[in-house]
């Protein structure tokens, strides 16, 4: 498993009856995780210290109960800076979980030795965007949600990247991609974080198990003519491991050589010592 255990600002704390509890910065949240399924000893004093708690409705969807939670405060890893908020369906604008990520794809950015170009897909607030920028690539982010692509910015700026070479686009990343390829660009490195399910800006519906694999089949064609690496994020539950390997395999692999190694993704949970999975990465290098 690829663990983010790098991190200082932010820790998963305990686990139990279905919830994790995690200190962002200061502050200590107690939020719904469906791996948990054990009921173990609430014993550590933070499960009494709570500053905000998503309650998981039986309907479906949840709210969140507030006891001392400002609407909005700020994490670091390592020179970056993240805003986070609570919103809806308990997230709070980042995933710590792809941090192990962000370091695999800054070393390869690093090391590169020469300008390296990444297209960051389904970009959410940044995350990777901040890392690869930081990292010293150009980047091109997409989303198809205005609010969230403004959020990104917002953590660009207090990453010190307001003046990095980054491009922010507002659109469907099928339909962007799509156009990419009659324009004729390239990049080297890909990243695609897709949802389970969403909409696009204008209705598109985008249902995973039956888009994933057309989509890696097109960002393929994307890939310079030495390209660095490509990555593909999965929450959903079906999408083991080798199931992210074989798509890799037989589009990316297939038309560029390289290999493929795909993985869970995990958190280190402080207080016993365990790791919390949190989804799966699929990651191709070309030089290897």
Not at 9 to 36: A, F, H, M, N
Not at 82 to 88: D, G, M, V, Y
Not at 97 to 118: C, G, H, M, T, Y
Not at 131 to 159: F, I, L, P, Q, Y
Request: aromatic residues 12%; neutral net charge; proline residues 6%.
């Amino acid at each position: 498993m690829w663990t983010a255990d790098n991190w200082k600002d932010y820790e998963v704390i305990d686990t139990s009856c279905g919830e994790k509890l995690e200190r962002w910065g200061k502050y200590i949240l107690l939020r719904p995780d469906p791996q948990v399924l054990w009921n173990t000893p609430k014993k550590h004093p933070s499960w009494k210290r709570l500053n905000a708690h998503y309650h998981r409705s039986a309907k479906g969807g949840g709210s969140w109960e507030f006891f001392d939670l400002p609407e909005q405060w700020s994490i670091h890893y390592k020179k970056l800076t993240f805003h986070l908020k609570p919103f809806s369906f308990k997230h709070t604008g980042l995933f710590p979980e792809q941090a192990a990520n962000w370091d695999w794809f800054s070393n390869l950015i690093v090391n590169a030795d020469r300008p390296i170009k990444v297209l960051n897909l389904f970009a959410y607030t940044g995350g990777a965007t901040c890392a690869a920028a930081a990292a010293g690539a150009a980047v091109t982010h997409v989303d198809a949600s205005k609010g969230m692509v403004t959020w990104a910015k917002e953590n660009a700026s207090a990453s010190g990247l307001s003046e990095a070479p980054i491009r922010w686009i507002v659109d469907d990343c099928v339909k962007f991609v799509e156009r990419e390829i009659r324009r004729g660009n390239h990049y080297d490195g890909i990243i695609m974080d897709p949802p389970s399910y969403g909409r696009g800006p204008k209705g598109e519906i985008w249902k995973i198990e039956e888009k994933i694999h057309p989509f890696i089949s097109l960002c393929q064609q994307l890939l310079s003519d030495k390209p660095l690496f490509f990555l593909v994020n999965s929450y959903t539950t079906g999408l083991a491991p080798a199931v992210l390997t074989y798509m890799i395999q037989t589009e990316v692999v297939a038309h560029h050589g390289g290999s493929v190694m795909s993985d869970e993704v995990g958190l280190p949970v402080s207080s016993n010592g365990l790791i919390l999975p949190c989804g799966a990465a699929g990651r191709w290098e070309y030089g290897k």
